[in-house]
């Protein structure tokens, strides 16, 4: 069984590349899903391929997107845009396959896997990734990466939660106290 690598997604585009997107996922009747639609596998799916390809081994079926039109500058623009699980880490290659079709896509892609302690960003397929562990409140709260990822996914929330668990798990752990006058032996040595 995999971790769950949590994602949110924003693609824009000419609305009809965004609705083709959309009818594959809407359509009940295939197998196909937002890898497939961005970034098609040659010979169906195969286990490597799709690691290589999509940068995850499973299509993404369940997914809460959802699809908006816009109109800018006379011409109609789509977005698809929320949030979808994959499997073990996020589906960038697939997002960076979609954006080299056309120079009128643009993606966003954030993910948050704590199991695992990842986490990042890739807009428009500039690419960063961090330690969530290593993240700073100031850079949760201050920078432009960290305010997306902490809105997204709720890290600061999780991890104040994080926090007061292991809190929690302290205070309930026995504590023996020693002598200090007293020489150790194998009863008290702890």
Request: hydrophobic content about 30%; proline content about 5%; overall charge negative.
């Amino acid at each position: 069984m995999p971790n769950w690598c949590s994602n949110h997604i924003r693609l824009e585009g000419p609305v009809e590349e965004i609705e083709r997107i959309w009818d594959i996922l809407e359509d009940t009747d295939n197998d196909d899903g937002l890898l497939t639609a961005l970034a098609p596998l040659e010979g169906g799916w195969e286990y490597n391929s799709a690691i290589d390809h999509w940068g995850t081994k499973w299509d993404v079926k369940e997914h809460g997107l959802s699809q908006e039109v816009y109109e800018y500058n006379g011409q109609k623009r789509g977005i698809l845009e929320g949030y979808f699980e994959s499997a073990w880490g996020p589906p960038t290659d697939a997002v960076d396959k979609w954006l080299e079709r056309s120079d009128d896509h643009e993606a966003e892609i954030l993910w948050y896997e704590p199991a695992n302690d990842f986490c990042g960003a890739s807009f428009n397929g500039d690419f960063n990734q961090f330690e969530c562990s290593a993240l700073t409140d100031e850079f949760l709260t201050q920078d432009d990466v960290g305010e997306a990822l902490d809105e997204a996914f709720g890290i600061q929330e999780d991890r104040a939660m994080w926090r007061e668990e292991e809190q929690e798990e302290a205070l309930l752990e026995p504590v023996t106290l020693n002598n200090p006058e007293e020489e150790p032996n194998e009863e008290n040595e702890h």
